[in-house]
């Protein structure tokens, strides 16, 4: 897989703010083939960030049952993964993308 293409966007919830806050996990949107060995390249590839574990999941969609067996999908499944950084790296910041 391109590396790229790995890293789709940062998850911004109150929970991964608080997460990020103490204990340097850090939570992103990751592409959705791929793998934790993917998500560890492309962070020390693009961001220049070690990860010591990488916690990859999917989440469903939501969705709303109208009438007669029709289903509305409120929100989009999409896989993410949750990051942490080592003590002796830099934050991570998803919008310096190093080339």
Excluded: C, H, W
């Excluded at 590839?45 to 990859?56: G, L």
């Amino acid at each position: 897989m391109d590396l790229s293409r790995v890293i789709v966007g940062p998850v911004e919830t109150e929970k991964s703010e608080r997460m990020k806050a103490s204990d340097r996990t850090y939570t992103i949107k990751v592409a959705p083939n791929a793998t934790k060995i993917d998500v560890k390249s492309a962070l020390k590839k693009y961001y220049d960030i070690d990860a010591t574990s990488v916690r990859v999941m999917r989440t469903t969609s939501k969705a709303r049952t109208v009438g007669r067996g029709k289903v509305i999908r409120k929100r989009k499944p999409y896989k993410k993964a949750m990051v942490t950084i080592s003590q002796k790296s830099k934050p991570l910041d998803v919008a310096n993308f190093k080339i």
